[in-house]
């Protein structure tokens, strides 16, 4: 049994039950197989060993007191997963589905991410349990001041910095910021994703949704193709959807579906992006409202069969394990050559076989959504200067970051022998500078 085969079993028996987990290390790792007859010098160094265990788990519990006076208690998690290259930096996400195996495979994914990105920021992932939907401000927040209160103690500007995911906003970040300088009487940059009156960087909000669609822009490119007049599937509608959907728009293509965890909506002539702003943003609503607005419009219960709308470009922007095999064979049998992944791991295993077998525009989430994490660490780098940048300032960063990630990662891909092959060119690009990093920092 190799090296990399060796490992993988063992990590799946030493952590049972955690599927996710499983599936991204299982990923990763298969990957990285040819990067060990180039680096004896890994397998000594134990790098994969190491790589997989978190540095440091973090579980508490969270109380906090609803609007009926009832007690309430979630759990609260926060995985320090790799400082090789940086302090640890990832999401907060609070979803009901939320349990460690979640949170260690995001916090594995962002190890490799954040080593894309080319800047200094280790990986690391938190959240809870925690439902915000359907609760009063008044009732996150008291949430969001008992999960820092905890919390505090193990985050720092130099040591771990959470930002924003899944159930994970501005209004979050916001209670949550307040209560962590209320505590330590400090104003630090321990969160990114901060509102701009207190420290936010301008286009934080966009850059996830944009990032993804830069890259695929230059994915495109490579192909002698673009997103000009291509007819486009998202899936989701919250922060990343909704940006990757106005940055596809301004680039020409005609988004047709968007969708939450209930239905999807078509729209034949093209999503009315303001609508679901408004539905979604500010009135925190459901994305079936979008055809009261828009009768002309269709909304479908159930998201699975958006991937049987018809589209050129298909980026799923909601969660993970979205878009499976069967999902996969339609799209591609209805004329899809690109696939921009925007949530983490939307693709299940077999799913990413489909489409790596079939030759078409891959981008794994981690190479093509890692614009949010980058103007994260561009948010810390203005902080640190007491200064801000304008919009168009980091927005040139951000896409300079995905065509180098593009880049990387194609030429990765090429150097090992699997030309085109965009998954296996971001992992071994984002490994390959954690494992130097970890190798010339001894055995810790
Ligand atoms: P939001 O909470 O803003 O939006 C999530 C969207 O996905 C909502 O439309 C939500 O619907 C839908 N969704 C969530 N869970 C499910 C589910 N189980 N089934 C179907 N739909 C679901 O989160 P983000 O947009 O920030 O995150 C989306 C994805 O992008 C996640 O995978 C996240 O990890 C990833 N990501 C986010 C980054 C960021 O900067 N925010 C950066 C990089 C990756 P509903 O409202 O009904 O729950
Ligand atoms: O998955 C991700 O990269 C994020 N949720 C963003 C993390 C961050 O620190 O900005």
């Given at each position: 049994m190799s090296y990399v085969q060796e490992v993988l079993k063992k990590t799946v028996e030493k952590n049972p039950g955690e599927v996710e987990f499983h599936q991204t290390v299982k990923e990763v790792l298969n990957s990285l197989e040819p990067v060990f007859d180039k680096h004896p010098e890994y397998i000594t160094a134990g790098i994969l060993e190491r790589i997989v265990e978190p540095e440091r788990q973090i579980m508490f519990r969270v109380p906090w007191v609803d609007d009926q006076g009832k007690l309430q208690v979630n759990r609260g998690f926060r995985v320090q997963f790799n400082s090789a290259i940086g302090p640890y930096k990832g999401g907060l996400r609070f979803h009901p589905s939320v349990n460690l195996g979640i949170i260690k495979f995001l916090g594995f994914e962002q190890i490799f991410k954040n080593s894309l990105t080319g800047l200094p920021i280790g990986g690391g992932k938190g959240g809870s349990d925690?439902?915000?939907?359907?609760?009063?401000d008044t009732e996150v927040m008291r949430f969001c001041q008992s999960f820092m209160t905890e919390l505090y103690r193990f985050i720092?500007?130099?040591?771990d910095v959470p930002a924003g995911d899944i159930g994970v906003g501005g209004r979050e970040i916001g209670y949550l910021y307040g209560q962590y300088k209320r505590i330590t009487n400090r104003y630090e940059?321990?969160?990114?994703?901060?509102?701009l009156p207190y420290g936010g960087s301008l286009a934080r909000t966009e850059a996830t949704g944009y990032g993804v669609v830069y890259f695929m822009d230059e994915a495109l490119k490579a192909q002698?193709?673009?997103?000009?007049?291509a007819t486009v599937v998202v899936s989701g509608s919250g922060n990343v959807a909704i940006y990757a959907v106005e940055k596809a728009q301004q680039l020409g293509a005609k988004v047709v579906t968007m969708s939450d965890s209930n239905g999807y909506i078509y729209d034949a002539d093209g999503i009315k992006l303001d609508t679901v702003k408004q539905l979604k943003?500010?009135?925190?609503?459901?994305?079936?409202?979008y055809v009261e607005i828009h009768p002309s419009a269709q909304y479908h219960e159930g998201?699975?069969?958006?991937?049987?709308v018809p589209c050129d470009i298909a980026f799923p922007c909601a969660?993970?394990?979205?878009?499976d095999a069967k999902a996969a064979e339609i799209l591609l049998n209805n004329g899809c050559f690109a696939v921009g992944e925007?949530?983490?791991?939307?693709?299940t295993l077999e799913a990413s076989d489909v489409f790596l077998n079939k030759k078409i525009i891959y981008s794994p989430s981690k190479a093509s959504n890692a614009g949010g994490v980058a103007v994260s660490a561009l948010e810390m780098s203005q902080n640190s200067m007491r200064y801000s940048w304008t919009f168009e300032e980091v927005d040139a960063k951000l896409k300079d970051i995905m065509v180098n990630i593009y880049n990387n990662a194609s030429n990765a891909a090429k150097e090992y022998?699997?030309?085109?092959n965009l998954l296996v060119g971001a992992n071994i690009a984002g490994f390959l500078k954690v494992a130097e990093a970890m190798k010339a920092q001894g055995l810790v």
């Open positions: 925690f439902d915000p939907k359907g609760k009063s720092g500007a130099d040591t940059s321990i969160l990114t994703g901060k509102g002698g193709k673009s997103l000009k007049g943003e500010v009135e925190r609503k459901r994305i079936k409202e998201c699975a069969n958006i991937w049987n969660t993970q394990n979205e878009l925007g949530s983490n791991m939307p693709c022998g699997f030309e085109g």
